[in-house]
């Protein structure tokens, strides 16, 4: 048996239907009866893995030989739904009202399921996105040919021809968000036994730390940040922080006493967390 909870949530897996059935669901009534709480029986099921399950908004399921976490059906409805309901209630909202719109609701969308097996639900959604749009752009301009519509709404940027997009007032091109312009990056998964309130996965946590912020342009820019105040030196031995060499964010207690973080180079920061000699910086 295995159990995974998040908040509320949670599975139970087991070898059989019988199992699950007979066994651990009476158990898990009872226990929810004895605090005055009871499972919901619409949300309750149990399913085999090759037919597939949701979870915490992921649809998981067994393919052949593999597990793959995919975004669920109702939950790719639900905001092909949301987007299409906005568009079709703002008929003669600005152009560059919209974009800004739609964009807050994609980019929560796609950055939720990019770590997942997403590419194929992106490239629907972007076409979903072009055919409600198109329709919104010709309900405006009936009168108008295919040809002036495109030019007037579209421009090409990049590879793409058929980018949603519009000058501000400011001559700034503002651009639709496309799903597929966001690269898929599988999670980081943390080790089963690891803690951040036990000191021996201190170095463990820094470098995972350090590797997730290196995909987010937010990350990135942080890392930036920290390699021009140090001037691009390590403070533990005084040479440059280089791409070959490696690097990692180490947490470390300053003058005042407060917890900062500073970028050291791979080697320093093997030694600070897995070396028997004390290291200390140069500050």
């Given at each position: 048996?295995n159990?995974v ?10 070898e059989?239907?019988?199992i ?30 090759e037919?597939?399950f949701?979870?915490l ?11 793959l ?16 309901e ?53 309900r405006?301009?009936?009168?108008k ?5 495109a ?92 791409v070959?060499e ?23 920061h ?14």
């Amino acid at each position: 048996m295995n159990f995974v909870r998040y908040a509320d949530d949670f599975i139970v897996t087991g070898e059989s239907r019988e199992i699950l059935e007979n066994g651990v669901l009476p158990i898990i009534r009872g226990f929810l009866s004895e605090r005055g709480l009871e499972l919901s029986e619409e949300k309750t099921v149990i399913t085999h893995i090759e037919d597939g399950f949701d979870f915490l908004g992921s649809n998981i399921r067994w393919y052949k030989d593999k597990l793959l976490i995919k975004p669920p059906k109702k939950n790719y409805k639900a905001i092909v739904s949301k987007i299409r309901e906005i568009v079709k209630k703002n008929p003669s909202m600005k152009q560059e009202d919209l974009i800004r719109k739609l964009n807050s609701i994609i980019r929560g969308w796609v950055n939720f399921h990019k770590y997942n097996v997403s590419s194929q639900a992106f490239e629907r959604f972007d076409f979903d996105m072009w055919r409600c749009l198109w329709q919104w752009c010709k309900r405006r301009h009936p009168k108008k040919s295919h040809k002036w519509i495109a030019k007037k709404y579209f421009r090409q940027v990049g590879t793409r021809n058929w980018t949603f997009s519009v000058k501000t007032s400011d001559s700034f091109e503002l651009n639709l968000i496309y799903a597929t312009d966001t690269n898929i990056v599988r999670w980081l998964k943390t080790k089963s036994e690891a803690t951040p309130f036990d000191d021996r996965f201190t170095g463990y946590f820094e470098e995972r730390d350090t590797e997730r912020m290196f995909r987010e342009i937010k990350g990135r820019k942080k890392l930036n940040a920290l390699y021009k105040a140090q001037k691009g030196i390590c403070p533990i031995c005084g040479g440059a922080i280089t791409v070959e060499e490696g690097y990692r964010i180490h947490e470390a207690m300053g003058n005042d006493y407060k917890i900062i973080r500073i970028l050291v180079d791979a080697g320093c920061h093997r030694k600070l967390h897995y070396s028997k000699n004390v290291v200390e910086p140069l500050w």
